[in-house]
């Protein structure tokens, strides 16, 4: 691909109205890059952590806002069996692939196809063979702001000329005090009964382990200061929540929120919902490798990801396979995420 450093300013669409959400999309990655949320005495706050440049997007670590593919998360030793065929993958975090590797969908320009004041479709084609995938494919991501209230749906939507795994999500880091402090305030709820214990290098081990009675139960709101960094599941994250999360049945059919998070001051709340069976929560571990708008480093834990998808490494397990994540020609992706906000 061009050096980043050479490559025109991506162009930015807004959408929003008056006294609502606005949001701003870039071209690069499909990336969200701002979310401004209308709050009771009039003033928009900014819950979203970001660049000083959308073009620093191209080269700042940490995936902020883009959208990720053509596997989000990981997949074991950078491959994967389908149909009696070993496929090989570019790595990119040490033997694993992550997010599509090195040269996954947040590195590439999208072309936007639809656009209207309160919805932005965009399109991206990937070839047969890119980053060691087989076949070609062509994925839409769609953002729809809601006229009524302050409220997101994002679509993902992919079709594939051959066999491959596909799951696609989008990576915003949320803070939704409206700065880059700690989000260790913050109380978040999580749908789900089970997580996925990982082993070294963030590979899941093929388990189910129930939340009760660990850090991991999230199903009451909690104060993420009261779970972070306990125990050797969150030390081999980097000393936090990396980890995704199993969603119960309602939640994984989009029938209830899969989560919901709520501002350290109290003042703002978030509810998402998905129909994707997991939901990977990521405490921000290391986005202190990151700059944000004013120019410095972000401090550690200033944000958190929560990443609905397909269970990480799922093309090399049977069972979880049938969540869907194998795509056929003529079977398209058709997942999504749907956010509300809720100022108090």
């Known amino acids: 691909m061009p050096d980043p450093a050479v490559l025109p300013a991506p162009v930015v669409y807004t959408l929003g109205t008056a006294g609502g959400l606005h949001i701003q999309v870039s071209e690069l990655g499909a990336r969200w890059l701002s979310c401004r949320v209308p709050m009771p005495k009039g003033h928009l706050r900014e819950v979203l952590l970001g660049h000083p440049t959308p073009a620093d ?60 004041a309160l919805h932005l479709r965009l399109a991206l084609h990937s070839p047969d063979g890119d980053q060691g995938y087989p076949g070609a494919l062509d994925a839409e991501v769609e953002y729809r702001l809601d006229p009524d209230r302050p409220a997101l749906t994002l679509r993902f939507g992919a079709r594939v000329s051959a066999p491959c795994p596909v799951s696609l999500t989008s990576h915003p880091y949320f803070n939704l005090d409206g700065d880059a402090a700690s989000i260790l305030e913050h109380r978040l709820q999580v749908a789900a009964a089970a997580m ?68 350290g001051d109290g003042r703002l709340g978030m509810q998402l919902s998905t129909n994707y069976p997991g939901l990977q929560v990521y405490s921000g571990n290391h986005v202190q490798q990151s700059r944000g708008r004013d120019g410095h480093p972000f401090a550690r834990h200033a944000g958190i990801a929560l990443e609905p998808q397909f269970f990480p490494d799922a093309p090399n397990h049977p069972l979880w396979r049938e969540q869907g994540c194998i795509l056929r020609p003529g079977q398209p992706l058709a997942r999504w995420m749907r956010l509300v906000f809720d100022p108090r």
Do not use: K
């Open 196 to 263: 996925l214990p990982v082993r070294a290098g963030m590979i899941p081990t093929g388990d189910l382990a129930a939340v009760d009675g660990t850090p991991f139960d999230l199903r009451q709101p909690r104060r993420l200061a009261d779970g972070l960094g306990q125990g050797e599941q969150q030390q081999l994250a980097g000393g936090g929540y990396d980890h995704c999360f199993a969603l119960d049945p309602a939640a994984a059919g989009g029938e209830q929120a899969a989560a919901a998070l709520v501002s």
């Open 57 to 116: 997007h191209a080269h700042e670590p940490g995936y902020f806002g883009a959208i990720v593919g053509r596997y989000a998360n990981r997949l074991a030793s950078a491959g994967f069996m389908l149909d009696g065929r070993h496929h090989a993958l570019l790595a990119n975090e040490g033997a694993h692939q992550l997010h599509g590797g090195p040269e996954g969908f947040d590195r590439r320009t999208w072309t936007v196809v639809d656009h209207g």
